[in-house]
């Protein structure tokens, strides 16, 4: 769907992206993240065809995006960050007009409408003013707008921006919708929500790409260790060695430290009436963990193993970017 070769954008001297090259199959969700200034939205808006490359070569669909523009901005819709809408139109009036820019037969428009208020939960709100939408609804008219044309890409330049933990999980949903007929991409600084929704991940870091895959690809590249975490009541006993008291977080640290496949024990973390012990371990120990702090006494009111989180890998990637600016 998407071939993308030793891309530039250079703004004067100073490169915001590239040289990048990646490749995105018809049908894959993929998600683009980085830091502030790490070239997402330069990448998404050179793929819009809203922006032109400075070097390299774009193609969308067979079709090389600089020498034919026009012809792949009709395979795309394009949800910008802040999305593109004229708030004293209605919602209906507004998609029309958004549809008759991408050359729309009134026919056509009027079998697609339902199908694209329906898809985006407007029907209630289609002949409302955008200017009384609150800011969920003004972003689903964006998501309207982008594909009320039936485009086979679909650029989403940070959907869930601004909206609250109810909003970001409906948008959630109707990311899920669209990949059923779209090929997807977007960018956003929430992880959870490029982990929920993505098959695979592009990280950017100074212009530059530094990672690529899926999340277990991208935390198994990167070695991420696994680790258990215990949390045990932090009203807990001292024991007695030797007539010499131990403290109890000295205590619990010293039994841990002896289990098989624990490499290392961190200090523990006290917070709200309880103590977190980090284990850095070579499998899942769970069980032997469980059974020497109920043994040895203490409450263990928390038990995870945590392998290749999403949040580490990426931070460990973007701190350990090359800063392709210079």
């Not at 193609?59 to 012809?71: K, L, M, Q």
């Not at 507004?94 to 549809?99: H, P, S, T, V």
């Not at 990672?211 to 935390?219: I, N, P, R, V």
């Not at 043994?295 to 392998?307: I, K, Q, S």
Request: aromatic residues 4%; negative net charge.
């Amino acid at each position: 769907m998407i071939r993308v070769e030793n891309l530039s954008k250079y703004y004067g001297g100073t490169r915001a992206l590239g040289p990048v090259s990646f490749e995105i199959a018809d049908g894959e969700t993929v998600g683009f993240l980085g830091l502030n200034g790490a070239g997402k939205t330069t990448a998404l808006r050179i793929l819009a065809c809203d922006l032109r490359p400075s070097a390299g070569s774009v193609s969308v669909d067979g079709i090389d995006a600089v020498a034919s523009p026009h012809e792949v901005r009709k395979r795309i819709g394009f949800l910008p960050e802040n999305p593109p809408v004229y708030a004293d139109m209605t919602v209906r009036d507004y998609l029309r007009f958004a549809g008759s820019l991408r050359g729309m037969k009134r026919a056509d428009l009027d079998k697609r409408m339902p199908e694209v208020l329906a898809l985006t939960h407007l029907e209630d709100r289609q002949d409302h003013a955008i200017t009384t939408l609150s800011h969920g609804f003004r972003q689903r008219v964006g998501v309207a707008q982008a594909i009320i044309h039936a485009p086979k890409l679909l650029i989403l330049d940070e959907p869930t921006r601004g909206l609250d933990p109810v909003q970001i999980v409906e948008m959630r949903s109707l990311i899920r919708d669209l990949k059923q007929n779209h090929t997807v991409l977007i960018s956003s600084h929430i992880l959870p929500e490029i982990s929920q929704t993505c098959d695979r991940l592009l990280v950017l870091g100074y212009g530059a790409l530094i990672g690529s895959g899926t999340e277990a690809e991208l935390s198994a590249a990167e070695a991420a260790a696994p680790r258990t975490e215990a949390e045990v009541a932090a009203e807990i006993r001292q024991i007695v060695v030797a007539i010499q008291p131990v403290t109890a977080r000295a205590a619990v640290t010293a039994v841990l430290s002896k289990l098989d496949g624990v490499s290392a024990v961190a200090e523990p973390i006290e917070q709200a009436g309880a103590l977190t012990f980090t284990l850095s371990c070579n499998r899942d120990i769970r069980a032997a963990v469980s059974r020497a702090i109920v043994n040895g006494g203490w409450d263990l009111v928390r038990l995870d193993y945590v392998h290749g989180e999403l949040e580490n890998t990426f931070i460990r990637l973007v701190s350990g970017g090359t800063d392709a600016r210079n």
